[in-house]
């Protein structure tokens, strides 16, 4: 059965519900026991959360996989942000680099956890490589999405037959068109994703869920808390 071939050791994987911009819905997905919430600190995103809730209202949600996402952000401003808001999770989806996260995570709560994203286009399994060996010292976790120029939203999935030709030295998201269609494939990864990152193909229109699709979604996964 599906929820047997998607455990990961032990658990099974988490959910991270990205581009989020209802307070109303995230109230919802907080009693669906959702594991991540992300929200996207990037002003020519649709989904930028600025436009929608403050700093301090995000900061009065109680949970604790709280996700700001930021695309070649400023040290301070990130550091701001992520205190106002009371982050418990920074993601970094631009071309941050090793010394910049280094610097970033001497002004942050110790608390904090890195995610860096690897955005996957045309790269060969030794480039995917060259650039986790690099950057694995530095986070806590890895996020694989499909590359764009928007850095992200595309609703497209990239080959992940790549993920089993590169050593993969921390826990990883899978993102990048995650969809109720193609959702059998995750069993293609032989290191299975920490957790999934879904976003556009569970939305009625940018920054909108379709709660039911993720109902469906969570049902048939039956992911843990």
Known sequence: MMERQLLLGNNLMKLKVCGLTQLEQIEKLTAMNTDFFGFIFYEKSPRYI????????IGEIKHQGKVGVFVNESLEKIVEIAEKAKLNFIQLHGDENADFINELRKKL???????KVIRIGNQISDELQQ???VNFS???????????TTF????????????????IPLPYFLSGGISL???????????????????????????????GKIKILKTHLKFNT
């Not at 600025?50 to 209202?57: A, E, F, G, M, P």
């Not at 879904?198 to 920054?207: A, D, L, V």
């Open 152 to 167: 992200g939203g595309t609703g497209k999935i990239f080959d992940w037959n790549l993920l089993n030709e590169i050593d």
């Open 50 to 57: 600025l436009n929608h809730l403050n700093l301090k209202q």
């Open 109 to 115: 709560n110790p608390e904090n956890k890195i995610i």
């Open 181 to 211: 269609e193609n959702i059998e494939k995750l069993t293609i990864p032989k290191q299975k994703p920490f957790a999934i990152d879904i976003n556009s193909r569970f939305e009625t229109k940018p920054g909108i869920k379709d709660l």
């Open 131 to 133: 650039i986790i060996n």
């Open 138 to 148: 530095t986070v806590d976790y890895f996020l694989f999405d499909t590359d764009s």
